[in-house]
């Protein structure tokens, strides 16, 4: 019987240490994400350049195809710098999945300008890097509820 509550108790203790450093990462992540975000919505791209892998892979409306690695991404972000503005954002619903060394956010974003408002989703997947420092592997960014022209057949 003492075998049995000291075995349950060590299963109850490693699920609240993983509870609490999944809650540890989780805010982390969300801080970079944020500190990015609000770089990047005064025209400044090098938050986002800043935390992503050098074999960084990039999905967004705009493009026509993934963009593969950092170089190509920085060249994207570099002919669109001092051209975003954002006058404010609220990133709702973050919620971050992880596994030994990786991890994975996903979010809402709502993006204002005047009284205007883009509407976006977007999957960001970090790696644990050799270093301890987390970075952005694959990006993926699409508009909230697009309208489409496309005929849905019943």
Same mark, same amino acid.
């Given at each position: 019987m003492n075998k049995?509550?000291?075995?349950?108790?060590s299963i109850m203790a490693s699920i609240t240490s993983y509870a609490q450093s999944n809650e540890e990462l989780?805010?982390?992540i969300i801080a970079m994400e944020k500190t990015a975000?609000?770089?990047?919505?005064n025209?400044?791209?090098?938050?986002?350049?800043d935390i992503s892998a050098k074999d960084v892979v990039y999905f967004d409306p705009f493009i026509e195809q993934r963009l593969d690695g950092l170089d190509k991404?920085?060249?994207l972000y570099e002919s669109i710098r001092g051209k975003v503005y954002v006058d404010k954002y609220e990133m709702t619903n973050p919620f971050v999945q992880s596994v030994k060394d990786m991890a994975v956010l996903t979010f809402n974003?709502?993006?204002?300008?005047?009284?205007?408002?883009? @509407?976006?989703?977007?999957?960001?997947?970090?790696?644990?890097?050799s270093d301890?420092?987390? @970075?952005?592997?694959?990006?993926?960014?699409?508009?909230?509820?697009?309208?489409?022209?496309? @005929?849905?057949?019943?």
């Amino acid at each position: 019987m003492n075998k049995l509550i000291l075995t349950l108790f060590s299963i109850m203790a490693s699920i609240t240490s993983y509870a609490q450093s999944n809650e540890e990462l989780s805010a982390k992540i969300i801080a970079m994400e944020k500190t990015a975000l609000e770089l990047w919505n005064n025209g400044n791209p090098s938050g986002y350049l800043d935390i992503s892998a050098k074999d960084v892979v990039y999905f967004d409306p705009f493009i026509e195809q993934r963009l593969d690695g950092l170089d190509k991404l920085t060249a994207l972000y570099e002919s669109i710098r001092g051209k975003v503005y954002v006058d404010k954002y609220e990133m709702t619903n973050p919620f971050v999945q992880s596994v030994k060394d990786m991890a994975v956010l996903t979010f809402n974003l709502n993006s204002y300008v005047g009284t205007t408002v883009q @509407k976006w989703n977007c999957t960001e997947v970090y790696r644990l890097e050799s270093d301890g420092t987390w @970075k952005i592997i694959q990006t993926h960014w699409s508009l909230t509820k697009p309208e489409l022209n496309i @005929k849905f057949v019943e």
